[in-house]
């Protein structure tokens, strides 16, 4: 296992586009979260699955943003019409279930241009 | 609301000791995290504690009080890698998410 796998890595994008985004956890891990991220900040977070099912979406996620985890695997996050102020950092990160010890594992990322 | 503060910038000597401060206050608690993260990277995980006092991993220790929402990561033996930016995270008691603060950048000079 080669850890938190994120594609792309790099998205440029008209607005009003749609984008979607993947990320393949590490096999063991149950829990699955996207943050996102500005130039400055911390990651901001978005949502979380805790195998196919999405527990927990963030009240700053609009609805033109959705995520699936169909099989309890791989997640996708969409964005529909998207806007200039979508440009971020989109990461993901899996976890084991139980106590946090060992940290939640990040993929790379995926950096969104929206021009 | 959750808070969560560190300075935001620091500057310390190749070789030398730094330590980041970090300060919470949030609605709940389940442990606090430091994870490191160089330029146009992901995250990278460094510490975690859960109970008082300080938890030491090679170069890197961690100490937290939660009585005074504190907590602290100290980096010894500075080198040029260590150049980036640490951020601090709390996991809350009934969520999973963690809430961030925005990050400590630490710049290393020869």
């Known amino acids: 296992d080669t850890g938190v796998s994120q594609n792309p890595r790099h998205k440029i994008t008209k607005r009003g586009q749609n984008v979607t985004f993947r990320c393949d956890p590490i096999?063991?891990?149950?829990?699955l979260y996207w943050y996102r991220q500005t130039l400055g900040q911390g990651p901001e977070f978005l949502t979380y699955f805790q195998n196919e099912a999405q527990l927990e979406k963030s009240r700053l996620l609009s609805d033109r943003f959705s995520a699936e985890r169909p099989k309890g695997s791989f997640s996708t996050l969409e964005i529909q019409r998207t806007e200039q102020g979508d440009s971020a950092m989109y990461l993901c990160?899996?976890?084991?279930?139980?106590?946090?010890?060992?940290?939640?594992?990040f993929g790379s990322g995926t950096r969104l241009t929206v021009v | 609301g959750q808070n969560i503060d560190q300075p935001t910038e620091m500057t310390a000597t190749e070789g030398a000791i730094v330590q980041i401060n970090c300060t919470y206050q949030?609605?709940?608690?389940?442990?606090l995290f430091w994870y490191q993260q160089h330029a146009g990277e992901a995250p990278t995980f460094l510490s975690y504690n859960v109970l008082d006092g300080l938890e030491e991993k090679g170069r890197f220790s961690s100490f937290l009080s939660r009585s005074k929402g504190y907590s602290y990561l100290l980096l010894k033996e500075l080198q040029m890698k260590d150049s980036a930016s640490y951020l601090c995270a709390v996991r809350l008691d009934s969520n999973y998410q963690l809430i961030w603060g925005a990050g400590t950048k630490l710049i290393i000079k020869p």
């Open positions: 990160a899996s976890s084991p279930t139980g106590p946090a010890g060992d940290g939640y594992t």
């Open positions: 096999s063991e891990h149950n829990r």
């Open positions: 949030t609605s709940g608690f389940n442990g």
